[in-house]
């Protein structure tokens, strides 16, 4: 597609709940990484892929966080056992080259609210 | 520990008085500062690269340099269009592969 797509847009879960968010990057886009962004911060680094492999998971607050990119294109974040301290909007980006210097393009987000 | 600071956290001005947004960091090895866009709702946007101390980038109405231990975004004779969420953000050596972000200026261009 023409941008990186994600979905749900907005995701209401009550605590407890498990949650995956999906996102679709640019066609042929080698590097793909999740942050996430609290209301009023600035994005905080999650995990990184470069197609398939995840090189870099060093971001991930806690084991109940969990990632993939099995063929290489689209990926999941899943986080089990929602806490309210997880809401916030999960984004999604993308970058043609397999280095973290290189321009990211990013998805409009994930925003996920825990009751 | 990676840091990035900007100020002012927010910042009001009138439709084409200039001003500047500043990005103070600390980094181990910088391999590039970057600039973003934000809007409501939606994703950053890439605005610029810069790479060593000295070095400068336009687009626009926006300019942007970058020293050793700071960067600045010149915002010269902005428009309400101009609005918006401006993020900062590094890139360490040692391999890291995510951007450290500050917490950005919420810049407001009255009419």
């Known amino acids: 597609g023409a941008g990186v797509s994600q979905s749900p847009r907005y995701k209401v879960a009550k605590r407890g709940q498990d949650v995956a968010l999906r996102c679709d990057p640019i066609?042929?886009?080698?590097?793909l990484f999740w942050y996430q962004q609290a209301l009023g911060q600035g994005p905080e680094f999650l995990t990184y892929?470069?197609?398939?492999?995840?090189?870099?998971k060093s971001g991930l607050p806690s084991d109940r966080f969990f990632a993939e990119r099995p063929e290489g294109s689209v990926s999941t974040l899943k986080i089990q056992r929602t806490q309210q301290e997880d809401s916030a909007v999960y984004l999604c980006?993308?970058?043609?080259?397999?280095?973290?210097?290189?321009?990211?393009?990013f998805g409009a987000g994930s925003r996920l609210t825990v009751l | 520990e990676d840091q990035v600071t900007q100020s002012p956290e927010a910042l009001r001005l009138q439709e084409g008085e200039s001003s500047s947004l500043n990005c103070s960091y600390t980094v181990s090895g910088l391999r590039g500062l970057f600039w973003y866009r934000q809007d409501p709702g939606k994703g950053p946007e890439f605005l610029f690269t810069?790479?060593?101390a000295g070095e400068e980038k336009e687009k626009e109405r926006l300019k942007a340099t970058l020293t050793k231990k700071e960067s600045f975004l010149h915002i010269t004779a902005p428009k309400p269009e101009d609005s918006a969420t401006y993020l900062c953000?590094?890139?360490?050596?040692?391999?890291?592969?995510?951007?450290?972000f500050g917490k950005g200026t919420h810049l407001i261009i009255q009419p």
């Open positions: 810069l790479y060593s």
């Open positions: 953000a590094v890139l360490a050596g040692g391999g890291a592969d995510g951007l450290t």
């Open positions: 892929f470069q197609n398939e492999a995840q090189l870099d």
């Open positions: 980006a993308s970058s043609l080259a397999g280095t973290g210097a290189n321009v990211l393009t």
């Open positions: 066609s042929g886009h080698v590097s």
